[in-house]
């Protein structure tokens, strides 16, 4: 079974502090991405990958970056987190951009 | 913007019922997706219906597919409790290489 693990379930982090949120899948996927959901907004994603150092602006973009140095870890970074950003992130792969995606348990994430 | 939009966004149904979930999309789409999302918990991939087919089943689960109409459904044969999730559809679309979702339908069986 493909297995994506993020590294924290819930994290509590104050205003303009960095934040990183971790993501590895173990199933040599291509391609990883990072969505947020929000009530009434429904997922949206941020960034993705679709090979090693290779990223791809998503629709929301602003305020975040990402890092992919290895095939297997996808990093999610708030550069200075900001109370808007607190929200559910999910991280997912997929062996092709046109196969179904693996989502992570999700991490919810409070700025406060 | 969210290109799949699912009907209703709520169903509360008994268990042993059949629950049916639509999803209409906008644009030429490679195909179409469907995932559970239980509560506060990641998405886990229910099934997939690429443009060229009309209907697929897995276990309970029948998905069809409308092209013309750019709509799709689900349904879930003879509902359990654990089946209590928010299922969203989720399209890829020609142009893109990117998943869009909707906002997902929230159903509730009862036991």
């Known amino acids: 079974d493909v297995k994506v693990t993020q590294s924290s379930r819930y994290l509590v982090k104050r205003t303009g502090e960095k934040v990183f949120l971790e993501c590895v899948q173990d199933?040599?996927?291509?391609?990883m991405f990072w969505y947020r959901q929000d009530p009434g907004l429904g997922l949206r994603l941020i960034y993705f990958?679709?090979?090693?150092?290779?990223?791809e602006k998503g629709d929301i973009p602003e305020g975040y970056s990402v890092s992919r140095e290895k095939k297997e870890r996808f990093s999610l970074i708030l550069e200075s987190a900001s109370t808007n950003q607190t929200s559910m992130y999910l991280c997912?792969?997929?062996?092709?951009?046109?196969?179904?995606?693996?989502f992570g348990p999700g991490t919810r994430l409070t700025v406060t | 913007s969210q290109q799949g939009e699912e009907d209703p966004q709520a169903l509360s149904i008994q268990e042993g019922e059949n629950a049916t979930m639509n999803c209409s999309y906008k644009?030429?789409?490679?195909?179409l997706q469907w995932y559970r999302q239980n509560s506060g918990r990641g998405l886990v991939h229910l099934i997939l219906?690429?443009?060229?087919?009309r209907e697929k089943h897995s276990g309970r689960l029948r998905v069809t597919l409308d092209t013309s109409k750019k709509s799709s459904s689900l349904l879930i044969t003879a509902s359990r409790a654990a089946d209590t999730a928010s299922y969203f559809c989720?399209?890829?679309?020609?142009?893109?290489?990117?998943?869009?979702f909707g906002e997902g339908t929230q159903l509730t069986v009862n036991p």
């Open positions: 997912a792969s997929s062996l092709y951009y046109n196969y179904e995606q693996y």
């Open positions: 199933m040599d996927h291509e391609n």
């Open positions: 990958s679709y090979d090693v150092k290779m990223k």
């Open positions: 644009t030429s789409i490679n195909n």
């Open positions: 219906i690429r443009s060229n087919e």
């Open positions: 989720a399209t890829q679309e020609t142009s893109g290489s990117r998943l869009t």
